[in-house]
């Protein structure tokens, strides 16, 4: 059984640019959930894309946004970079929208 | 608003002893409650999770107590060893897993 698998591991963007995080779920699960993960924070739901459709938005802006793929992987995209974006993104997938998540390793994105 | 209140931020204990970390939450919709472990530069891995018709599950050395009237949790780490140390978060979910509310996590070391 794979886990859950992220890339890249590590991004260094420029205030302003667009960046765009990738997102392979374990295996069978159709479920996909993005988190942004501050420094010393705990994680903060920013969405989940559950057969395509995104099924549930945290308190995050437009210009983060998402794709599900047939495959079940997923697209994280932010847009109009802000130095605060600099953050773990973590993506974390399940079966059928079900409680039990499992995370991947996380993208360090840092903004300059 | 913070959803999930974690206390200490940070902990220390000796080999062998039990670490015990609190989490409080105020939405009485939150119907599954999980503790999640994360190591420096990994995910969070899912340690143990519990429902509210329950007040207490145990996994080998750990065990979540659960007292819904008070709406608090707790996570309790027995016969606590080195490799336990890292960062231990807590989270509350509704509506099947639809949304996960973290709380800001407790640094625990266990000193040999």
């Known amino acids: 059984e794979t886990g859950v698998t992220q890339s890249p591991t590590h991004l260094i963007k420029t205030r302003g640019q667009q960046v765009t995080l990738r997102c392979s779920s374990q295996?069978?699960?159709?479920?996909v959930s993005w988190y942004q993960q501050a420094l010393g924070q705990g994680p903060q739901f920013i969405f989940q894309?559950?057969?395509?459709?995104?099924?549930g938005r945290g308190n995050f802006p437009p210009r983060f946004s998402g794709l599900q793929f047939p495959n079940y992987s997923s697209e994280l995209n932010v847009n109009a970079l802000e130095l605060d974006d600099s953050a773990l993104y973590l993506c974390?997938?399940?079966?059928?929208?079900?409680?039990?998540?499992?995370f991947g390793p996380g993208t360090r994105l840092t903004v300059t | 608003q913070q959803q999930v209140k974690q206390s200490p931020q940070s902990l220390i204990v000796q080999k062998g002893g039990i670490s015990i970390i609190n989490c409080a939450y105020e939405?009485?919709?939150?119907?599954?409650f999980p503790w999640y472990q994360q190591f420096p530069g990994k995910g969070p891995a899912l340690l143990i999770a519990?429902?509210?018709?329950?007040s207490e599950k145990k996994e080998g050395r750990f065990t979540i107590s659960f007292n819904k009237s008070a709406k608090q949790f707790s996570l309790h780490i027995m016969d606590s060893q080195p490799g336990d140390s890292a960062t231990y978060f807590c989270?509350?979910?509704?509506?099947?897993?639809?949304?996960?509310?973290f709380g800001t996590g407790t640094s625990l070391t266990v000193i040999p």
């Open positions: 974390a997938s399940s079966w059928d929208r079900r409680y039990e998540q499992y």
């Open positions: 295996s069978g699960h159709n479920t």
């Open positions: 894309y559950y057969r395509e459709e995104e099924n």
């Open positions: 939405n009485t919709a939150f119907d599954y």
């Open positions: 519990i429902r509210p018709d329950v």
């Open positions: 989270a509350a979910s509704r509506d099947s897993g639809n949304q996960f509310y």
